[in-house]
């Protein structure tokens, strides 16, 4: 099965620092996605790529960048953290397009 | 993308067949049906996904009606572990660079011992 792992699964860190959340893939997926999850607002897609080096924005891209200089990882950057970016993080990759794996999420609280 | 109606939720009894509607009356003629499951605290799961042909694998059933215009995402023989938000989503399926699925907001399943 293709795994997406990312790095942590709960973060706390403080408003104004810079945040990095690692996503990697086992498939050689073209796609990577990053999307927010909020309580009453279901899943936003933040960011997307679909080759390396390559990125797209989403609908939420404010406040967040990402890099993805190899293939299987993709990064979302929080420039400088603020409370309204506390929320589930979830990545995902997909290679037929529509059939996305997602990991498992990252739990982030900014304080 | 066509935009797609589930209800907010629905339950089940432990081993009957939960039966989850969609409609997608706008629904193109290149657009396929997909189908993905959140558990609580999980990253949403792929579960099957069909363009006008009625679909089965290991872990559902996928009826879509003639017109396309609806379909139903069958679960033979719930169990507790299905207790999950479930998302129909409506997306145009091929190699193109630039993918994107949009998720609504589902209908949460849950099922009763």
């Known amino acids: 099965d293709v795994k997406v792992t990312q790095s942590s699964r709960y973060l706390v860190k403080r408003t104004g620092e810079k945040v990095f959340l690692e996503c990697v893939q086992d498939?050689?997926?073209?796609?990577m996605f990053w999307y927010r999850q909020d309580p009453g607002l279901g899943l936003r897609l933040i960011y997307f790529s679909y080759d390396v080096k390559m990125k797209e924005k989403g609908d939420i891209p404010e406040g967040y960048s990402v890099s993805r200089e190899k293939k299987e990882r993709f990064s979302l950057i929080l420039e400088s953290a603020s409370t309204n970016q506390t929320s589930m993080y979830l990545c995902a990759s997909s290679f037929f397009q529509g059939r996305y794996t997602f990991g498992s999420g990252t739990r982030l609280t900014v304080v | 993308d066509a935009k797609t109606t589930q209800p907010p939720s629905m339950d089940c009894a432990e081993g009957r067949a939960a039966n989850l509607p969609c409609n997608h009356s706008t629904i193109s003629g290149n657009e396929y049906v997909y189908w993905y499951r959140q558990i609580h605290s999980q990253g949403p799961q792929y579960i099957i996904h069909g363009l006008k042909n009625n679909e089965t694998n290991e872990m559902a059933s996928l009826i879509i009606t003639e017109d396309r215009k609806s379909s139903t995402l069958i679960l033979p023989h719930a169990t507790l572990r299905d207790t999950a938000v479930y998302y129909c989503?409506?997306?145009?399926?091929?190699?193109?660079?630039?993918?994107?699925?949009?998720f609504g907001e589902g209908t949460q399943l849950t099922v009763n011992p």
């Open positions: 498939m050689d997926h073209e796609n």
């Open positions: 989503i409506v997306r145009v399926a091929g190699e193109t660079s630039g993918s994107r699925l949009t």
